[in-house]
């Protein structure tokens, strides 16, 4: 029909054209050969690309851009074989996408000539419409079925992929037309082929089929008119003028699409909403639900349902609202099963879509064979944690009871039954041990079942034994519990030798079964056996007070002890301030008592009236002091009078003024060789910056910190943001101005304590990027943050904290990136972030602890230090620029301007020289 409608022109353009193609042949055939070696190479590249993510799928499949990597790569390349046996690999693990199924379907149809290859095809629409709901999938299987339409039976399934088009996505307000105005060209393309040709006379039996057909026709109008979509205004035109002058609208007809047209009305603030807002929409469609839920219509539920998941396939809330309207509302089985299957192929990992699944089964008839196999499968999956397991088997222990017919014959059911439960037991233990069941809710499950509904109150005291032998014994409440069954279905001996065994141990809560065991004497028993009971129960309770007063006191002893040593420390560390004070104080009095023997001595020797000393030297002048101001060298230039006496006084410290902490911020770990210049860019994009001082020691060196100043407080809220900026390669730290002797004490900038939403990563190649970091964890969620940790230098630690905004994506994360290889010969390891609590100091500072033990992280820790680092003018001594030592250095005691004198005697410091040796001094020059 398309080749018709073309017509003679259009033939005649395809001529020309073919003719330019051959001329333009004839041009490029020139540059052909470089272009072959160009595109030989590139092809090289992309084949070593196939290789290395072939091994990376093959060695985690659940790496999702991997695959998606690759089939690019392969349809690329078109390695049709590879790139078929990609998708496949691809679609046994995830849903496709819309995008990736079309790229499929649309490589496989066009080499479908034979009837089994379209059969072929079609089996593959079929499980491409199951992933998502997908108005062009639907509307490309109706165009590949029309294609076949003259095989046997061609117009049924032609008929049969329209009407489940229509059902799936027919009510889509936005999209849903295309999928009707495929089905009218198909009907219509019918009515014209039954049309008798110019001239003749149908007979009646071709005038049945054409009024038959336009019956059909009519139909699909009305019903699409009946449904509020966008755009009906233009079909229902259409339909006035496909019916012709002979003909009018219906008045039924009318009302149709007269109401259809309010709803859409109604309808269009929500399909506003989500075309205005960002994928993938989320409140915009929980809006939009709510809605139709509010209006009943399942259908419309039940497609606004699936555009939502489409766009939302990992919000396993919207899963559980969905299966939860399908299994109490539509109660549709084959809907809900099918909807279960899509929902743990997207959420493998959450146990809750597999105990419904179970249930649902169940709930739809399906046989045990399936359900069993179903169990098996979701066993073989990841959950989060060993709860999920335990949930799970209690859920199908629940299904296997309600199999028994209790009033029939029921011996293989009762079977299987207590075999599964030494299933459930068996394969908790084998993979997380005691914790795996840690209430023994399982056997204590079986232990009734047994005792209530079997009688069989033997094999009940037998598990019980088990459970106090796996260390409850100590547990007064599981006593209890036992206890109860046994009142209940046992006999008095048993009770009684129960309780004794429980009075016998030391329980964590004796008076429980105290109390309990004279409760059962005062119902069941005689007055000699309660007063019997009751002397027994006296020395235990005795016994219990004494346990408790003992360990109460050893409790307060560890807490004497505790806050002795935590006195003795915080003496121990005012004495050393103190003798470090003393000390400080009495070498600057030293030194001054030196400076003022030298004048002495000097000024002794210029007045004596030795005319030989006269006549060949100068006095010299007393040698300046090592304090200077910030930002200027000392010079050792003499001078007399008056200006030297100046130049000897000590420099006014230039100190930051506190007064300005509310506009400023406080930089450090800076290279001792960045200039203010490269600072003063990094603050610019945040705020006018008034000025930036670099603090230096006495040589006029950067000591690697320092203050910025800004024109307004608003600027240092965005200032503390930029915190470790790399600055000359080195990460800066930013923080607020506070006065040390006012600071309460330092708080630990991140949180402490499990973070369910933060992932802590180890074991990363030392050359990973933030952006590669972010790819590798973004995929599995929206990321809050991705930081790797570095040391002071900027040097990686190979460590790394993710954070999700969700804790779903961060379990999922977790599932899919632990043990995951990274680079040639790294595999990461990941886990819940979990960083222990970091210990108070005496003056209130933060104290890291560094222990060997992982602690709660489990697999993972990190080994962040932020304890307080010593000085590095006090680690290492710097040298100038010829090599020598400078003058002496600031201890680590020394003030932010470098103005502590070091003492007699020692590098750098000012010894004590005669008169003779200043005169041996100038005779040398």
Known sequence: MAAKAKGVGGMLQDIMEHENLKEEDVDMAEG???DDSDSSEEEEVDRQKVSTLEAEVTGNPFSYDAHVQLIAL???LGELESLQRARERMSKVFPLSEELWLDWLRDEYPLATTEAERDAVAKLFERAVKDYLSVGIWVEYMQFSIGGMAAVDGIQRVTSVCERALTACGLHVTKGALVWETYREFEDALFASIQHAPGSVSTEEQQSKIDQQRERIKAIFRRQLSVPLVDMEVTFEEYGQWLGDTEKVDQSTQQLYEKAKAKLTDLMPYEDALAEAAAPHLPEFRSYIEREKRMNDPARIQCIYERALAENCLELSLWLEYLKYLDTRLKIGHIAMATYERAVRNLPWAVALWQGYVLAMERNGEPHESVNELMLKALGVSLAQSADYQCLWLTYLDYMRRRVEWEEEHENELEELRETFQRAVEHLHQYF?????????????????E???????TRAREIWADIMQEGHSRSAQMWLTYLQLERAHGDSKHCRKLLQRAMQLKTDRPELVCRAYVDYEREEGTLEQLDEVQAKCEPVLKRAEEWRAKDAAKEESIATVTAHREGERRQAKTEKRSAKRADMKEKKSGEKRKFSDITSEAKADASSGNAA????FKVPGAPLAKRVKEGTSASATPSSGDDQQHAAAPAQEDRHDHGLDDRSVFVSNLLFTTEEAAVTSVFDKVGEVVGIRIVKNVTGRSRGFGYVYFTSPDAVAPALALDRTPVDGRPMYVSRCEDRKEKAGAEFKYRTGLE????FVKNLPFDVTQQALEQIFGVHGRLKEARLVTYKSGRPKGLAFVEYYEEKDASE????TDGLQVGHQHTISVAISNPPERARRADGDVESSHTPSLGRRGRGRTQVTLGLMQPRVVQRKPTDEHGAPPPALPSAGA???????????EPGGITKKSNEDFRSMLLKR
């Open 895 to 905: 003030t932010e301007t470098g103005a502590t004198e070091t003492g007699s005697g």
């Open 74 to 76: 392969l349809r690329k």
């Open 433 to 449: 041990g005691t914790e795996g069941d840690a209430q023994c809710e399982i056997r204590q499950r079986w232990a009734r079942l």
């Open 813 to 816: 994360a977790l599932m899919k």
């Open 613 to 616: 000393d006269k006549a060949r």
């Open 756 to 759: 369910m939403n933060k992932l």
């Open 32 to 34: 052909s050969d470089n």
């Open 451 to 457: 005792g209530v509904r079997l009688k069989n109150m």
